[in-house]
C-alpha cells in the first residue's frame, strides 16, 4: 500500500515537473541589444514562468524549447507611448 | 457601418479614461504585434480642456483576458491647431494646476465631498468637472501621475519647462518639433520627449524649425527621447522612425532604448522594457535590422509566450496562394 502512494507521489512529481520545463524556453547564440547597454552582444536568454530567468555569454542554459537565433538580433518588445490601439475602429 | 468613438467624451474632461473601452480583438493588434510592437499606451482624443484624459498601458496579446495598467498618464496640448487662444490655454492650465495642487489638504472620501470641492472653486465650477476629474487630477501631485502635453513651438515649450518648474510637474511633452531651439533649456529640465523622428516639413507655423537633425541634437544633450508616428494604424512606423533618426546622427543602442527602455522608465512600466534577469519577457527575435522596416520578426514573445505572428493581411495573402485549383470562392 505505501509502495503504491510513493509511486503515485513520483508520477505527479515527475508530471509537474514535465509541465514546468515545457514552459521553459532558451534563445541561443542571439545578438542581444537588450534597451540598457548601447552596444550588443552576443548571449543565451533562458526563459522561465514568463521571465528571464537567466542571461549567459558562455553556456547555453538548459531549457525544454532551444531556439537558435544565431545571425538574428534580438531587443526588447517595441513600447509605442502615443496611440488609440484598441479603441478606435477607423481613422477619422 | 454603425461604430463608436471610444477615444472621447462629451461629460467628462480631465479623469475621462479609456481603460474600459479596450477591444483586444482589435485587428490592429494582430498587425502591430506582427511588426515587433508588444504594448502600446492608448491615448484618448484630446478633450475640449487642455488638459483632458487618462491613457492607459496594454500587452498586446490578444487575449481578452487583458493585461494592462489603467491611467498610467494624462493628456493635454499647448498652442496652434485650430482657433484656440494659446493665451487662454495657458492661463487655463495654469488655474487647474493651481486648483489640483490645492486638493492635496480637501476632503475627498466621497463624491459628495468633492462635490462641495467643486463647488468652492470657480475654474472647477466654470469647468463643469465631475468627482472623477478631481480624482484624476489629485493623482497628479500625490502619485506623481506623468502628465503629456503635445507642443511644437520653441516658446510654448519654455513656458511649459517654466509650469514644470513651477509645479513640480512629472511633465513629458509630445510633438516637440521646435526642440532644437531650446535643446539646453529641455536637457536642464530633464523633460523627456515623445517626437517623431520623420518630421522634418512643418505641419503648422508652430514647427517652422523641424529638422531632421533633431534627435541626434537632442540625444547629444542627453535628453530621454522616445517616438511616435502620425496617428496611424501602423504604430509599429516608429521603428522606421527610429531608422531615420540613426541615418541622421543618433546612436543606435539611443535608438532601441527609445523603443523600448525609455518608454518604461518614463510610464513607470515595471520589469518591462529591457533584456535582463527578472524582467517580464517581451522579447523579439528580428530575421534582420530592426530598424530596417523590411525586416520582420522572426519570433514575438509576450509574457513569455510565443504569439502568433498570424494577421489580417497574411490570412488574406494565404487565401490566394493556396487551392490555386479552385474557383475564389471556393478557397478559405
Redesign the interface.
Known amino acids: 500500500m505505501i509502495k503504491n502512494k510513493l509511486l503515485l507521489a513520483y508520477i505527479i512529481l515527475a508530471f509537474n515537473a514535465a509541465f514546468i520545463e515545457s514552459?521553459n524556453?532558451v534563445?541561443k547564440n542571439?545578438e542581444?541589444?537588450?534597451?540598457?547597454?548601447?552596444?550588443?552582444y552576443q548571449g543565451h536568454?533562458l526563459?522561465?514562468?514568463?521571465?528571464?530567468?537567466?542571461?549567459s555569454k558562455t553556456s547555453v542554459p538548459y531549457a525544454d524549447k532551444v531556439?537558435d537565433?544565431k545571425g538574428?538580433?534580438?531587443?526588447?518588445?517595441?513600447?509605442?507611448?502615443?496611440?488609440?490601439?484598441?479603441?478606435?475602429?477607423?481613422?477619422? | 457601418m454603425s461604430v463608436t468613438r471610444d477615444d472621447e467624451s462629451s461629460i467628462y474632461n480631465i479623469g475621462f479614461s479609456i481603460h474600459d473601452a479596450f477591444n483586444p480583438n482589435s485587428v490592429l493588434i494582430p498587425w502591430n504585434r506582427a511588426n515587433g510592437i508588444t504594448s502600446a499606451i492608448t491615448l484618448p482624443r484630446n478633450t475640449s480642456s487642455p488638459i483632458g484624459g487618462l491613457g492607459s498601458f496594454f500587452i498586446l496579446d490578444s487575449k481578452l483576458d487583458i493585461s494592462s495598467e489603467a491611467d498610467v498618464a494624462m493628456i493635454g496640448r499647448l498652442g496652434g491647431s485650430g482657433s484656440s487662444s494659446r493665451s487662454e490655454s495657458l492661463a487655463l492650465i495654469d488655474d487647474i494646476l493651481s486648483f489640483a495642487l490645492s486638493l492635496d489638504k480637501k476632503n475627498m472620501s466621497t463624491d459628495a465631498s468633492i462635490d462641495e470641492i467643486i463647488d468652492d472653486s470657480s475654474i472647477a465650477s466654470y469647468m463643469d468637472f465631475k468627482p472623477r476629474d478631481v480624482k484624476a487630477l489629485y493623482r497628479l501631485f500625490n502619485d506623481d501621475l506623468p502628465i503629456i502635453i503635445k507642443s511644437h513651438r520653441a516658446s510654448d515649450i519654455l513656458k511649459l519647462i517654466e509650469l514644470k518648474n513651477t509645479y513640480d510637474l512629472n511633465l513629458i511633452i509630445m510633438g516637440a518639433q521646435e526642440a532644437s531651439l531650446v535643446v539646453d533649456k529641455i536637457a536642464e529640465s530633464k523633460i523627456p520627449l515623445i517626437v517623431n523622428p520623420i518630421n522634418n516639413i512643418p505641419n503648422s507655423f508652430d514647427e517652422l524649425a523641424s529638422n531632421i537633425n533633431m534627435t541626434s541634437m537632442l540625444e547629444k544633450a542627453g535628453i530621454t527621447l522616445m517616438f511616435n508616428v502620425s496617428r496611424s494604424h501602423n504604430y509599429h512606423l516608429i521603428r522606421q522612425g527610429a531608422g531615420v533618426a540613426v541615418a541622421n546622427g543618433m546612436s543606435y543602442g539611443g535608438a532601441i532604448k527609445a523603443l523600448t527602455s525609455n518608454v518604461a522608465e518614463t510610464f513607470n512600466l515595471k520589469n518591462r522594457g529591457s533584456i535582463k534577469v527578472g524582467n517580464i519577457a517581451d522579447i523579439v527575435v528580428w530575421e534582420d535590422d530592426p530598424l530596417e522596416p523590411s525586416s520582420m520578426p522572426e519570433k514575438v514573445i509576450i509574457n513569455g509566450i510565443d504569439t502568433d505572428l498570424t494577421t489580417r493581411s497574411t490570412r488574406l495573402r494565404d487565401r490566394y496562394i493556396r487551392d490555386l485549383e479552385k474557383p475564389n470562392t471556393y478557397r478559405n
Do not use: C, H, W
Open positions: 514552459a524556453m534563445i542571439a542581444i541589444y537588450d534597451g540598457i547597454e548601447n552596444n550588443s536568454i526563459i522561465r514562468e514568463g521571465v528571464i530567468a537567466k542571461i531556439y537565433a538574428k538580433i534580438i531587443t526588447p518588445g517595441f513600447i509605442a507611448p502615443d496611440t488609440q490601439i484598441g479603441i478606435v475602429k477607423l481613422e477619422l
